[in-house]
């Protein structure tokens, strides 16, 4: 075992010159972890000599893999323009300008400027809100599903609450709606069956330990055929009969009406208001544009009692998320929609699109054999679940690489693609056009 004399001591190692400009203290907890691991490998006989300066290149290299941002900046050519994998709605860079200026500086957070004393950090988004939808008044939490757990939690614990069997979903990370009720106290009252709930289901579900009727999104699915539902006007009207709550777990809301038709299956949040509602909730960060959020608009009893729910500060938001709904609700007051990335990928013509695929064309025509295609994507996040919308796509043929290569080559380099059809394509529904250039770049560094 003379090998192990020759480990270095640590305090020696760490000195070496090559360290001095990195930090000492996880250069020490690097290097006493890898000599520990080299120390292993002497004595199970895989190592038969030691290199200082290896040894030290490898610390370093560790080094450099802890400090590297695992959270990165990608490109999205899947078309996809609400990914979740990818982080959903990209925020404007005016909104987020905003909340660095509120979050640089002391703020009004929870401070009433003219009254001079505490105020409520709700308040900030309640009058945008009530000017946008004509709601009575609102509460953000951190998600929807943060959203749904604190309305079962406020009224319908040890209560009933009845809810169609064909929406009781699950969505992305096990969400599952009748597991969140059980855990929020709530007992679930299922009525109809899968592809079929009747007025009638309802109503006759209604009995003294009836809290709430609430009808849920059905994200990420939709039932075809012989099928029906019952509409949220006449669970609205239902409810006040029977003097119940009516909730709407709209998942990802949209305030105006989509392109492609997408509204006639799914009403906007302002379409639902005309029906007077009790409560709706809604994602920030889906189809509205925004920020990761829930957002609970409704009548002003009911969310002042929400409001006294001691869940409700373990689920808040903070300044950064505030300022930036309250952008983005502004944005869609003052009808500047320019403002919200989202639906600038979902409004922009086709012509545009085909414009960017052929610029990308003529750049790395010489590389990949290319060819512009008119195609079809989905919007994502949940949203108007199998609903298509037309897009442009460049395929790309490099070299004599099958399409899962391709694909896997460009990952590397932060360029997430989607295979169609055995081919790689570019989706420029949800490429940026400042995006093209470093798109060359990839393709050109990737193979050339």
């Known amino acids: 075992m003379i090998l192990l004399k020759s480990i270095p001591k640590i305090d020696k190692f760490v000195a070496k010159s090559c360290f001095d400009k990195y930090s000492k203290s996880l ?3 690097i290097s006493k972890e890898t000599i520990e691991h080299l120390r292993s490998e002497i004595l199970t006989n895989n190592i038969t000599q030691i290199n200082e300066d290896d040894l030290a290149k ?3 290299c560790k080094y450099e893999e802890t400090i590297s941002p695992s959270l990165q900046k990608v490109i999205n050519a899947t078309g996809i323009i609400v990914h979740t994998n990818l982080g959903r709605s990209l925020l404007s860079k005016q909104s987020l300008q ?4 509120i979050a640089t500086s002391y703020n009004n957070l929870e401070y009433d400027l003219q009254k001079g004393q505490r105020g409520e950090r709700y308040s900030h988004i ?5 000017a946008l939808t004509g709601c009575e008044d609102a509460i953000v939490v951190n998600n929807n599903a943060s959203a749904v757990f604190l309305i079962m939690n406020t009224f319908a614990k040890s209560k009933e609450v009845v809810v169609s069997r064909g929406e009781l979903v699950e969505i992305g990370g096990s969400f599952r709606v009748p597991d969140v009720m059980a855990q929020s106290g709530a007992v679930l009252k299922e009525i109809g069956t ?3 709930t009747h007025l009638r289901d309802y109503e006759n579900a209604i009995n003294e330990n009836t809290s709430m009727l609430m ?3 059905k994200s990420n699915y939709s039932i075809e055929g012989f099928a029906s539902e019952v509409e949220f006007e006449d669970i609205v009207k239902t409810a006040s009969e029977h003097n119940v709550i009516d909730y709407y777990d709209m998942g990802s809301g949209h305030m105006i009406d989509l392109p492609f038709n997408l509204s006639s299956s799914e009403p906007s949040i302002l379409k639902i208001m005309e029906y007077n509602p009790s409560l709706l909730s809604f994602s920030g960060d889906k189809l509205l544009g925004s920020v990761q959020a829930g957002i609970i608009i409704g009548k002003k009893e009911l969310i002042e009692k929400i409001k006294k729910n001691q869940l409700l500060r373990m689920l808040r938001v903070d300044k950064i998320t505030l300022a930036i709904i309250e952008d983005t609700l502004n ?3 003052k009808n500047d929609l320019e403002n919200i990335p989202t639906l600038n990928m979902l409004h922009i013509k086709i012509e545009v699109l085909e414009q960017r695929a052929n610029r990308l064309k003529t750049l790395i025509g010489d590389i990949c054999k290319c060819e512009v295609i008119n195609t079809q994507t989905l919007i994502g996040g949940g949203t108007t679940p199998n609903k298509k919308i037309p897009t442009i796509a460049l395929s790309l043929e490099c070299k004599d690489y099958k399409a899962n290569k391709i694909e896997q080559e460009l990952r590397k380099h932060n360029l997430i693609s989607r295979i169609e059809n055995e081919k790689v394509l570019l989706d ?5 056009e400042d995006e093209i250039e470093q798109i060359e770049s990839i393709i050109k560094k990737v193979f050339n």
């Open 58 to 60: 490898e610390v370093i």
């Open 126 to 130: 309640v009058k945008t809100l009530q």
């Open 331 to 333: 944005s869609y007051l």
């Open 98 to 101: 905003k909340a660095i200026d």
């Open 27 to 29: 250069i020490t907890k």
């Open 215 to 217: 009808k849920v999104h």
């Open 428 to 432: 420029f529904r949800t490429i940026q």
């Open 194 to 196: 899968t592809n079929k």
